[in-house]
């Protein structure tokens, strides 16, 4: 292992679970001190050099323990899953994860996203059981972690043993095996979770040994150094003098004298020579000039040319291998981008982001049709009024942590449009908005022969007598439309609705609590309705069995009339409706 990089490693987990504070313990840092509200809002790398490691965890020199990788390269990500799901060339951007869950709170949403993304990914991680010092009655006896959760007091030792034996039962759901670090034999097969607490550095000494063990043990093929740079631009930094873009460099070694390629959405390389080459320092948010920089590495960059750069988007050194890195983006691309032939319109804030995103709605079975990085935009708009031909349910647009174009918000009509800045929330009002959708569909072709309507005479109203009748009605519930036949309450045929006025103009429908006049041909509204009550609609027996057998599609006032008409049927047939 002479030539060997740092191992990536990024931490992950639901929000507010001690990220951050895991690694401002680890060195010895207060970044979270600094984030708004505590949470972090950007993704940031720290690089963790072998030195920290040794003081960071006295167990090295202890158990002479020899470490051969030169350090950790670690990703601090928002709780959301996009950030999980950094993507390199051939898999995940990160080689190892830390997957913090707060004991106390067991897997949130959150938790539950970042480990379906882990497992797509098939990306090794171990498993951070934070907070442990605010379990009621915990004591820090010793500096030895498996010692420490033994000489608990009994009732706490329980508590303790029924969260983690939860936990272990949970992720068993997930089709992982799991248990406490000190129970495993084969890391291979099992998923360690070491016990630890970001405020009293409890356990830290162990997670960072678990961290050294699995990477020199599982991960050392994957860890040697090629000669060609080949990174992923993660975010675009505006600042007053000038633009930044923060990278990862992942693999080769990057000069600044290099050129390099960055992919567009669509695979297209642009070339460009770098003005500004900067590296993050040890255990800071600083960067330094550099001259060059060998993965793995944390970079700030400055381009020679102006050009969009997209978050997420991949980077190679380029060597007049124009075609060749064409092939290479586009494949990457196409494989980490699947579309449908039909489907919703999908829209992220990055590349990561707009896979994470089109994994868990793989998981949920929604298709996706079109997808791109940025804002909501007319484009888009016009490709989802496309889909309301073909399927009312994928004529909606999605957007994960993106703003709309005000011009769209305006001239959307029909087309729905679901933003979040939480993936989860983003899938959950997606999923509910569909199943609504489907009942509005289903509803809709229920009614195309016949709808339930209960309508009451306003006897004060009568414009015509006969030829045709004309009088006024108040919808009781349901709808009224045109040509719909009537029955009144002794289920005698009244004839069907030619025309419907509100406000002296004639409209399709009314709905339930308008006051409208109807006309009916071939009616004598003296002789057959003046004593009369109520209208209902004419509803054959296998109508009525349909609207039975989907009668969750109903409100309760149209089951209700639904009840009556059955009723006023019964009445004069003793069979109907059974």
């Excluded at 951070?128 to 972690?145: F, R, T, V, Y």
């Excluded at 992982?176 to 405020?199: C, G, Q, R, W």
């Excluded at 070339?271 to 993050?280: A, D, N, Q």
Aim: glycine residues 6%; hydrophobic residues 40%; neutral net charge.
């Amino acid at each position: 292992m002479t030539n060997i990089r740092q191992p990536i490693v990024t931490v992950v987990g639901h929000v507010d679970h001690g990220k951050t504070s895991i690694l401002d313990k680890l060195r010895n840092s207060c970044v979270q001190e600094d984030e708004a509200g505590g949470i972090t809002q950007k993704i940031s790398f720290t690089s963790y050099p072998l030195e920290q490691l040794k003081i960071a965890c006295p167990l090295i020199e202890k158990n002479e323990t020899k470490i051969e990788i030169p350090g950790f390269l670690l990703i601090d990500t928002p709780g959301h899953a996009a950030f999980t799901n950094l993507r390199k060339r051939g898999g995940s951007l990160a080689d190892l994860a830390v997957l913090v869950i707060d004991i106390n709170e067991g897997i949130k949403p959150q938790t539950s996203e970042v480990i379906s993304i882990l497992k797509h990914n098939k990306t090794p991680f171990i498993i951070a059981l934070n907070k442990i010092d605010k379990i009621n009655g915990w004591k820090k006896i010793s500096e030895n972690l498996k010692q420490n959760i033994e000489g608990q007091p009994l009732k706490v030792k329980q508590f303790f043993e029924e969260k983690y034996m939860t936990l272990i039962g949970s992720l068993n759901s997930y089709g992982f095996e799991s248990d406490l670090y000190f129970n495993i034999s084969d890391f291979t097969k099992n998923i360690a979770l070491v016990p630890v607490s970001a405020h009293t550095g409890e356990g830290i000494p162990e997670l960072i040994m678990m961290l050294c063990g699995l990477s020199q043990k599982y991960l050392s093929s994957k860890l040697e150094v090629r000669t060609d740079a080949k990174g992923v631009m993660l975010e675009i930094k505006k600042e007053k003098s000038n633009n930044y873009i923060e990278a990862i460099l992942y693999d080769g070694e990057l000069k600044k004298t290099d050129e390099i390629a960055v992919s567009n959405f669509e695979g297209e390389p642009k070339i460009t020579k770098i003005r500004i080459l900067e590296e993050i320092q040890p255990l800071c948010n600083k960067f330094k000039p550099v001259e060059k920089a060998k993965a793995a590495t944390g970079l700030r960059l400055q381009l020679v040319e102006k050009f969009d750069v997209l978050p997420g988007m991949p980077f190679l050194i380029y060597k007049n291998n124009l075609n060749e890195i064409k092939e290479i983006f586009k494949k990457e691309l196409s494989e980490n981008i699947p579309t449908s032939k039909f489907g919703i319109i999908a829209k992220a804030d990055s590349l990561g982001s707009l896979e994470a995103l089109l994994v868990l709605l793989k998981e949920n079975k929604i298709p996706v049709v079109r997808v791109s990085i940025g804002k909501i935009n007319k484009s888009d708009l016009i490709n989802a009024k496309a889909n309301l031909e073909i399927n009312e349910l994928d004529a909606v647009i999605i957007g994960f942590n993106v703003e709309v174009d005000e011009e769209v918000e305006q001239v959307k009509g029909n087309i729905k449009i679901i933003t979040n800045e939480v993936i989860y929330k983003l899938i959950e009002d997606l999923v509910e908005w569909r199943k609504e959708k489907e009942k509005e569909i289903l509803k809709k072709r229920l009614m195309e022969l016949t709808t339930i309507c209960k309508l009451e005479i306003l006897h004060q109203y009568v414009f015509r007598n006969t030829k045709p009748a004309i009088f006024g009605v108040k919808i009781s519930g349901g709808k009224l439309i045109s040509d719909l036949n009537l029955i009144n309450e002794k289920d005698e045929k009244v004839g069907h609705i030619k025309n419907i006025q509100s406000e002296n103009r004639s409209v399709p429908e009314a709905i339930e609590g308008m006051e409208v006049a109807v006309s009916i041909p071939g009616l004598n509204y003296e002789r057959e309705l003046k004593d009369k009550k109520y209208l209902y609609s004419n509803i054959s027996e296998s109508q009525f069995r349909d609207f039975k057998k989907n009668k969750d599609l109903l409100s309760s006032n149209e089951i209700r009339i639904l009840q009556e008409i059955s009723e006023i049927k019964r009445k004069t047939k003793a069979d109907w409706g059974m």
